[in-house]
């Protein structure tokens, strides 16, 4: 499977971006995947996940209310949708594969490039 994420930008304090995933190869009718942010010098955490059908989402707290995650089968995109951005949002944005919904790096099996997102206050 291949990942790519495109989307990132700058975008000031209160804005909103839209990131997305372009998905090709196996597995986009079987896995789900996720958003991981990874700001400098600070390790890739768990942002959001959905699963291979679109059914169940998960997030990591401070992105719930703010964030919403979907997926577009017909084009097999993954879209992060992310709403007054805060400067805390800065960093490099992967999305990742997994066989299930996971929080954790290690469960994911393949990966995108990464977007950056640049949040100025």
């Known amino acids: 499977v291949q990942l790519q994420a495109s989307g990132g930008g700058v975008v000031q304090a209160g804005g909103s971006l839209n990131l997305s995933c372009a998905i090709s190869g196996r597995g986009f009718s079987t896995h789900a995947e996720g958003w991981f942010r990874q700001a400098p010098g600070k390790e890739r955490e768990f942002v959001a996940a959905i699963n291979w059908s679109g059914s169940t989402t998960f997030y990591e707290d401070d992105a719930k209310g703010r964030f919403t995650i979907s997926r577009d089968s017909a084009k097999k995109l993954v879209v992060l949708q992310m709403t007054n951005l805060k400067p805390e949002d800065t960093g490099v944005y992967y999305c990742?594969?997994?066989?299930?919904?996971?929080?954790?790096?290690?469960?994911?099996?393949?990966w995108g490039q990464g977007t950056l997102v640049t949040v100025s206050s």
């Open positions: 990742g594969s997994a066989p299930g919904i996971f929080t954790v790096v290690s469960r994911y099996d393949a």
